[in-house]
């Protein structure tokens, strides 16, 4: 059992370091133009970002956020609406792909509501990190060029999910499938409470594990909304790495499970 954990945890992790790379060089390289770059991506932008199914997305606004050229709201609409590429599984089957564009149209309205709501009116309650460079945001107090500045945050970044990975793949073969799916409450208007914490779970295996559920008609449309709306993959993982007080940072998650969880509800009123 412990092999077949280590071997799906490695072709996991090595699947997304490519996009870890990416996402930290394209960090590095902004935070090495200015220090006083400003980015110009409103909720409704956001949204649309979010929609593109890309692990890497969520990685790329929290590194944002944390070095201060990002807004709050904006952050929270690329969390809610970012979408990995775990969801394209839903196209193995038709009932999958008839729901494929309708959710990604869901969480987008939910997204840019969220984000232009925080904007707007719940601001005040966050306090936004101050504006650093990326090396500044993780820690490091010494000078690198942009490449291996980028291969430094990678391996960090890739050998912390990689051992979070693998103690999530002990847990859900310890727990099982079988038990998992008898406390999801089928049938209930409660059951977005769940899925949303489900979502919650710092890897790309929440997704598919939402996305399997649903074509096996173990849970509904609102409850995979809720599910995706908080799922953000190792988004969260990085959330937790960075400097950002952890006070704030449990607000954002708050923020991102109550918002998630509540839309489901809603939905599940009317679908």
């Not at 504006?131 to 291996?148: A, K, M, N, P, Y």
């Not at 929440?206 to 995706?228: M, N, R, T």
């Not at 993982?237 to 950002?244: A, E, H, M, P, S």
Request: aromatic residues 10%.
């Amino acid at each position: 059992m412990i092999i077949d954990i280590l071997k799906d945890t490695i072709l996991d992790s090595i699947h997304i370091l490519p996009f870890i790379f990416l996402a930290f060089f394209l960090l590095e390289w902004i935070s090495h133009q200015s220090k006083k770059i400003h980015i110009s991506l409103n909720p409704f932008l956001a949204g649309l970002l979010g929609c593109i199914p890309q692990c890497a997305i969520p990685v790329l606004a929290v590194n944002l956020y944390s070095g201060g050229i990002l807004s709050i709201g904006s952050l929270l609409t690329l969390l809610i609406s970012s979408t990995d590429e775990s969801t394209l599984i839903l196209f193995k089957a038709p009932k999958g792909q008839q729901v494929f564009i309708p959710l990604l149209l869901t969480k987008f309205i939910i997204s840019v509501i969220a984000g232009y709501l925080v904007n707007f009116f719940l601001k005040d309650k966050f306090t936004p990190p101050k504006q650093t460079t990326i090396c500044e945001c993780h820690g490091c107090h010494h000078s690198h060029g942009i490449f291996l500045a980028t291969l430094r945050h990678t391996a960090e970044l890739f050998s912390y999910l990689f051992i979070c990975s693998f103690g999530l793949g002990l847990l859900l073969e310890s727990v099982g499938i079988d038990t998992l799916t008898h406390i999801l409450l089928g049938g209930s208007i409660l059951q977005p409470l769940l899925t949303a914490f489900i979502g919650l779970i710092p890897n790309c295996a929440a997704s598919l594990l939402l996305c399997e559920l649903y074509l096996d008609s173990l849970i509904g449309f609102s409850s995979l909304v809720a599910g995706l709306c908080s799922a953000c993959g190792v988004g969260i993982l990085v959330l937790l790495k960075t400097k950002i007080n952890k006070k704030e940072v449990s607000k954002i998650i708050s923020f991102l499970y109550l918002t998630s969880a509540l839309s489901g509800i809603i939905l599940s009123i009317f679908f």
